[in-house]
């Protein structure tokens, strides 16, 4: 269940923790008084006790030697009768007639010895009540330790919950004795008092105990809301009889317990922690918690000795009282507790008021004998050479020792910075070392393996990993002591690197294993968190982006991450973050140009494939060209000459663009080749190419390509397209498109795809003038410019009809200058193929 103060600003925290604490001290502050100065308890320095078979009078005992009722006369065994000629009916009424006396006062006492009364005047003094005065001062300890770590960190819930303790430690203890009367004191005051009493036994079982079944080690049982539910049950049943007016119908043991049942509940709780210490507390982590346990030892010994000796001495407050003050020992619990917070920052609590005094302290005593130094001496030389007027003399003297002693100042500076500020020193040493290395790193192993080095040397950790993750890339790390299946996260939106990118804040981690519940990530990388043994991730941004963390383990001096801690890692990351981008940046350089130098021979590959020049064929005036929208592209024509007599003209287009339509490009090449010497007819030649490639291509791949066979010795062109696009054939004056059906290859099996294919025989015209025959790719047609209109059929059939006397090579000039022109600035977009073929 979330506590309603996470959804408050430190602010508001902090601003409700102090109402309380002045609210408690307030009320505590009035009984004190009450307890200790205005209602203080009298002292006649001996014990009473009640007569037996109900006869009048106290039977005297204990009489303190030398005593104010020793040297008025009384001993042991005298009867007091009457006070100040009242006579008594019990104890609690003898109290009653002596308490308001003030100290030094006599009261008149009457007593009975051997049958014979006198009289006697006994010197009133005041008791200290030892006992009371040792839980406020616990209580008062708690509190102020409480408040200062609340104070220090108010949106930890650890910090929260100490603090509630402190509060109500400070108000049940406070509390725990009254002396309080609704005939005599104001009713405010009366119900305040037993209101807050009855409110803090009710608090202080559930507190006293729960907060050990969580601290140092959370225990499953205590998250149980039967458990807490009983814990809760349990400290109403021993408060509730206490709102019974006549309580003699309990037994005298029973209410004692009651009473005492803040207490108890107290040392049960320590007796808890000690158990929990030697039973469940790792051996490393038992060095932070020592001082609470010698605290919580002394302070149970401290309840057992009080026990002990006012169960053998009921009187002892009375008697002897300074017996009672080794009690006040308990109230060493919250010492160690303060301790081993500022101590070991057992709570991320960082107490520096201490080394700050003593470091103001000795700074300001080296700057005064720095000054004194400058100006003593400075007199001196004046003094001497005799020239005490010569103003300007002395300040040149001034300046010369200031100079002088400047490089001494700063070295006992340095100094003393080492001596009470070692840690930050060495932090300062490792970035700026690790500053002057960052840009003598390139590589991206490296940097990371510099950064695991750095933070394992300077904070003294075994377990330490730079998690870098990429949408792209995926997760990459390089660690010391963690697995690396630990360090591989998702990007999940319930992953721990999405909790990253939205909180842009480090993540404690050390309590994930015990309060899986604490961390708000999908199992998977809660499970990866809790083996990986990581405590506090910090994580890396570069201009409010999470490009990794950094992970590390527990220090091995057994110390929690102070705010220091984490500053320095977050420094260390935002540094190594732009390193990192650096050498990704770098890496995709190089791999660029591998890939440009690679793309390049690729290219020289594909050119060499292709016709190296025109062919000069008898009868046919030929021109060929491809342009590629990349440095390869998939595009292709090529020119077989199959006999002196027959050229096969082929023109195809692999879908796609590119290094993988280049590929298929190049297998195509091949297969078109092999076929064009086996097989006599176009159709046939395409038949064997589709049953080739057909089971080796990607079903979202496919090519399209025409194939024209010109047979001089029979005077005609076979032409077969494969769903390519239909040539333009020019012939007296005309020109218009070849008609032909025919799918691409690869789409479709042998027997499908041949049925699909229409072979065109067309007579060539070589009498009546010349005949032309223009093949292209889309990538002509489709050329597009900025405004994303097309080049277009139209404007193809209209350039070669404007151009048709032109020669083959000039005619494919100009289409490809048109289109050169029309895209304009524009990106090309397709692969580029025109071959024109004209007969004479």
Known sequence: MKSPFEKFSPRVIRIVFTACVLVI???????????????????????WLPRAQGEPGLLITEVLDDGVTHKAGVRDGDILLKINGIELQNAAHAMGIINPMAPGDFATYTVERDGVQFETQVEILKAVNMQYLAFVILGAGFLLVGYIVVMTKPQGAVQRVFGWYGIIAMFVFGLLVLNVNPATDPQVKFWTLVAGALLSRLLAVPMFVLFFLNFPVRYPLAQRWWFRGLIIFVGVLLTAPLLFVNQTSFPGFVLGVMGLSPLLAFIAGLIVFVIVYFRRVEKQTRVQLRPILIGALTGIASFIYVSIVTSSNPFILFTNPWMLSPGILIATVPVAFGYSIFRYRLMDIDLIIKRSLIYAAVTTSIAAIYI?????????????????????????????????FDPIKRRVQDGIDKVFYRERVNYQSALLEFSRELPTLINLDQILHSMVNRISTTMHVEKVAVVLCDEKEGCYSVSQGVDELCCEFDDRSDGFFNLLRHTHTPQSLALVAEEPESLKVNDTDKSKIIASGVVLAVPMFLKDKLIGTINVGPKMSGKVYSQEDIDLLTTVGNQAAIAVENARLHKSEVERQKIEEELSLARKIQQGLLPKANPTFPGL????????????????????????????????????????????????????????????SPKEMLVNVNRRIYDGIERKSFITMILGLFDMEKNEVRICRAGHNKALIGSNGDLRHLEGAGIGLGLERGPVFE??????????????????????????????????????????????KSNRNLSAHELQESVVRATEEFRGAAEQHDDLTLVVVKTS
Not at 655 to 675: E, P
């Open 25 to 47: 001290v307030g009320i505590v502050t009035v009984n004190f008084l009450d307890i200790m100065v205005y209602k203080a308890l009298s002292n006649d320095q001996c014990g």
């Open 372 to 404: 004194l130094t400058v100006y003593g001496v400075g007199n001196l030389i004046a003094y001497f050479l005799g020239t005490e007027e010569d103003k300007v003399l002395s300040i040149i003297a001034l300046v010369l020792i200031a100079f002088a």
């Open 621 to 680: 005036d030929v021109a060929g060209i491809s342009i590629p929208a990349r440095s390869v592209g998939g595009d292709y024509f090529d020119f077989i000459e199959l006999s002196p007599k027959k050229l096969l003209v082929v023109v195809a287009d692999v879908s796609g663009k590119g290094m993988s339509a280049a590929l298929y490009m190049s297998k195509i090449q091949g297969m078109v080749q092999l076929a064009a010497h086996l097989y006599h």
């Open 755 to 800: 049925s699909k294919l229409e072979e065109v025989v067309q007579p060539l015209n070589r009498s009546g003038g010349s005949g032309l025959y223009v093949f292209y790719t889309d990538g002509v047609t489709e050329t597009m410019n900025n405004q994303r209109a097309d080049f277009g059929e139209e404007r193809v059939v209209n350039l070669i």
